[in-house]
């Protein structure tokens, strides 16, 4: 394979759906784009597309290679941003805000690279509710927030910030694998089918659409076990002690080794965007900048 550039291209096309579609996105023209696909072809020898088709699809071969081609890119990227992350730009101290559930997986995989390949570099990081965490934002106690949307979970407003997109998080639904009897999809209606454990504070966005629902729909149904520790849910879903909502990004390691089980629930989808805070003109832009291009790219991967 040549080299990265058609690597991206490609993956781009897919993802895309189009030749026209990836072009506009690569700001490149459709002739420059179906070049680099042929080229590509001609390298490796085989077809990677499936031409005629309203949406471009991938050659069983294709398939492989978008696959592979996707890990080339993010590894390529992260390790332009861990080089990056090493040296004079990592030194000062960042005070850093963010919920519990979102540090366990944003913060924790990061955390001993940084501080073993910046030695300048010191973090502090505070676990707290959403409300608490936006006082103290707005004290000046903290030089960034990692929170879902602040407007639509916590109804509020922060001034005299910016703001960038980190990632989507969603709300699942799971229980415990070693339940036969767990089903696959329900209505929200049937959420009383078994004992239900509650994941509290730190989505009250996420609770009140619950909550209003169960209204809406009379349901009473009261919770076997509440917690805002999502270490402590997920440790009694597992043992199958009832279902409850967690956040996905805490859930999907489990999920995916098939510990816990999702189960679908066809009338309530709830997604929301975790966002990057930080105080406009700050002293530390350039540190703050590092920080959030290596846990954007980590997301990325």
């Given at each position: 394979?040549?080299?990265?550039?058609?690597?991206?291209?490609?993956?781009?096309?897919?993802?895309?759906?189009?030749?026209?579609?990836?072009?506009?996105?690569?700001?490149?023209?459709?002739?420059?784009?179906?070049?680099?696909?042929?080229?590509?072809?001609?390298?490796?020898?085989?077809?990677?597309?499936?031409?005629?088709?309203?949406?471009?699809?991938?050659?069983?071969?294709?398939?492989?290679?978008?696959?592979?081609?996707?890990?080339?890119?993010?590894?390529?990227?992260?390790?332009?941003?861990?080089?990056?992350?090493?040296?004079?730009?990592?030194?000062?101290?960042?005070?850093?805000?963010?919920?519990?559930?979102?540090?366990?997986?944003?913060?924790?995989?990061?955390?001993?690279?940084?501080?073993?390949?910046?030695?300048?570099?010191?973090?502090?990081?505070?676990?707290?509710?959403?409300?608490?965490?936006?006082?103290?934002?707005?004290?000046?106690?903290?030089?960034?927030?990692?929170?879902?949307?602040?407007?639509?979970?916590?109804?509020?407003?922060?001034?005299?910030?910016?703001?960038?997109?980190?990632?989507?998080?969603e709300m699942w639904l799971v229980g415990s694998s070693k339940d036969e009897k767990m089903p696959q999809q329900i209505s929200f209606k049937d959420i009383g089918s078994f004992s239900l454990v509650n994941f509290t504070d730190e989505f009250p966005g996420f609770n009140n659409l619950v909550n209003g629902k169960m209204q809406a729909l009379g349901l009473h149904i009261s919770s076997i076990f509440e917690s805002a520790n999502v270490g402590t849910l997920k440790r009694v879903i597992e043992a199958g002690l009832g279902w409850g909502f967690l956040p996905a990004h805490s859930i999907k390691k489990q999920v995916r080794s098939g510990r816990v089980n999702r189960v679908y629930v066809k009338d309530l989808h709830y997604e929301i965007d975790l966002m990057f805070y930080y105080k406009k003109n700050s002293e530390s832009k350039a540190l703050v900048e590092v920080f959030y291009q290596t846990l954007a790219q980590q997301e990325k991967g």
């Open positions: 394979m040549k080299n990265l550039y058609q690597l991206t291209t490609f993956v781009t096309v897919i993802s895309e759906g189009s030749m026209t579609a990836a072009a506009d996105k690569l700001y490149l023209t459709q002739p420059a784009v179906s070049q680099q696909i042929r080229n590509l072809e001609e390298d490796l020898g085989v077809e990677l597309l499936v031409r005629g088709v309203r949406q471009i699809k991938a050659t069983p071969q294709g398939e492989v290679l978008y696959e592979y081609a996707k890990k080339i890119i993010n590894l390529t990227q992260q390790a332009e941003i861990a080089i990056k992350s090493i040296g004079n730009q990592m030194k000062g101290q960042l005070r850093i805000g963010t919920l519990n559930s979102l540090g366990l997986h944003l913060m924790s995989p990061i955390v001993g690279r940084l501080m073993r390949h910046n030695p300048d570099l010191m973090l502090k990081i505070d676990y707290d509710k959403g409300d608490e965490l936006i006082k103290g934002f707005k004290k000046g106690q903290y030089d960034i927030l990692i929170l879902p949307d602040v407007k639509t979970e916590f109804s509020a407003e922060l001034e005299n910030c910016e703001q960038k997109f980190l990632a989507k998080e």
